[in-house]
């Protein structure tokens, strides 16, 4: 089966550097997702790792080393909207298309 | 381009009855999936449609839950003498073959007393 493991909580203050973990356990990986959700909405798609490396967008970077079954999620330059849970998610070849996410990381910026 | 539009957006029943929802994808999306997601919890997988197909359902999918996408464009999802443990946001997501984005609606948060 599949599995996924990210820390339940972290905090930090506006304008710092949080990186959220997040390794998993599957069968035949096809990539690594992160999603944004804030309380009461949607879930959002931040990024998308197939390969290794480290992958940039605005704020937000992803890094994906596929030997270690392990991703992070790094937000720089904290911004008190950023207050969200982010979920990683993967594809495998049990699951097909559909997304297998973890439990989620609540992350609490405070100014 | 409007979103992911899901119907109702909340729903209270006593157990025992049937409910439906109701999922509109964005219109040029191919693919459509159902999440289920509690409190504290990641979205979990119900079931996935390509057009009209239903090609993928979770073994989370009891028999008293069916899905439906009969032209290939809106969903539906019943689910059949509701118990308390089906009390959940119900999310539907759209995407089109080849790309990773799923897109979410806002969901239809379930209360069953």
Redesign the interface.
């Given at each position: 089966g599949q599995s996924l493991e990210q820390p339940s909580e972290v905090t930090a203050v506006e304008g710092a550097i949080v990186q959220i973990n997040c390794t998993y356990q599957t069968s035949g990986f096809y990539?690594l997702?992160w999603y944004q959700q804030h309380d009461g909405?949607?879930?959002?798609?931040l990024s998308?790792n197939?390969l290794d490396g480290l992958e940039e967008t605005g704020r937000f970077s992803s890094f994906l080393s596929r030997s270690d079954s392990y991703g992070y999620l790094l937000l720089q330059e904290l911004q008190m909207k950023d207050s969200a849970s982010y979920?990683c998610?993967v594809?495998d070849r049990q699951?097909?298309?559909?997304?297998?996410?973890?439990?989620?990381t609540t992350l609490s910026v405070s100014s | 381009d409007t979103g992911v539009s899901q119907n109702p957006r909340h729903k209270i029943t006593k157990r025992g009855q049937n409910v439906t929802f109701r999922c509109d994808p964005i219109s040029e999306h191919n693919r459509l999936y159902w999440y289920r997601q509690t409190l504290g919890q990641g979205p979990e997988f119900l079931t996935y449609f390509q057009n009209e197909a239903q090609l993928e359902k979770s073994r989370l999918l009891s028999d008293r839950f069916s899905a439906e996408r009969p032209k290939g464009s809106f969903s539906t999802l019943e689910i059949q003498r509701t118990e308390q443990g089906d009390s959940a946001m119900y999310l539907c997501a759209s995407t089109t073959s080849g790309q990773e984005t799923q897109y979410f609606g806002p969901g239809t948060r379930l209360l069953v007393l």
């Open positions: 990539g997702s909405g949607a879930p959002t798609f998308y197939a979920f998610a594809r699951a097909g298309t559909a997304l297998i996410f973890g439990k989620g | -």
